[in-house]
DNA sequence: CTTGCATCCGTAGCAAGGTACGGACTGCAG
DNA sequence: CTGCAGTCCGTACCTTGCTACGGATGCAAG
């Protein structure tokens, strides 16, 4: 049972400043500070920061989980809602990431095959793109 | 023929401020200013930014480019060598973060149909989640 | 009482790739 | 001559998710 903020944060397997940085943005509540001493933490931090975890597995941004924490103070069906329209919208855009990224994997990937192709025959367009900008050199 | 910064931003597609950014980065050649009076730009600064948003396509970085740059200077070989190292490196990245993204795709996709099937049962674990962080209330 | 680690708190910095701002100047049209 | 758009330049700001720093305090052991 975490009673300060480093138990926290080794329980959870984060630093310190994470569990202030969480606590700022309003995702991990503060326990009241006594007007001298320390913080004393329950197990609801451990629980909470866990939550953050998962969600950032599933690729829930700060946030995102902002948004949802303000709802979770409402009506089940209403919070629900908010979750389907937060994770849809966040795997439409993963989705969206997805497709950038495999068209530039591609990219490279063909780059790469053509590098093989030529081989030593020694016509790379890249290397004679790169220095006929540069024309200083050539013009002599 | 692009004249003055504005001219080559308007011809590349990119704003004035990009243009700027790309010179401190060292990826497009500033031409002398004279000691009053504007720029005169050249067709190489347009075929740099041109470059540049083609290796950006590719998913290289700036940092990956102003490597490049610096080597090619020297042999074709060498260049060669850097570029396919680049690339290879940077594929590898790519790859890597695919499948990360991939795992939080299904993730998100497993969520919102575990959501379809529990329909109006009632019975987010979420829901359940979040508010058993905050007993307070139902200690009531 | 002193050492020494932990906490508290505000603030600043990192990566990446720009974007924006403010004040001074330039050059051209009216 | 004046107005206005465009440049020049340095610097600050943006996003996201932390991470680090520095000075002040707290607390327990020796």
Redesign the interface.
Known sequence: MPRRIGDVARGAGVGVETVRFYEREGLV?QPLKPMRGWREYDE?AL??IN?IKLAQ???LTIADMKV??AR?KGA??Q??GA??ET??A??DA??A??AA?????E???D??KQ?RRRGKR?D?P??A???????KRSKR
Chains 1, 2 share one sequence.
């Open positions: 509540d609801a629980g909470q939550q597995g599933m690729g949802l924490k979770a089940r069906a919070f629900c979750v389907r994770v849809a966040r795997l993963i989705d990431e997805i990224l495999s068209l530039k994997r990219a490279l990937a780059w790469l590098c020694g790379c890249l290397y793109g790169i220095n006929a900008l540069a024309p």
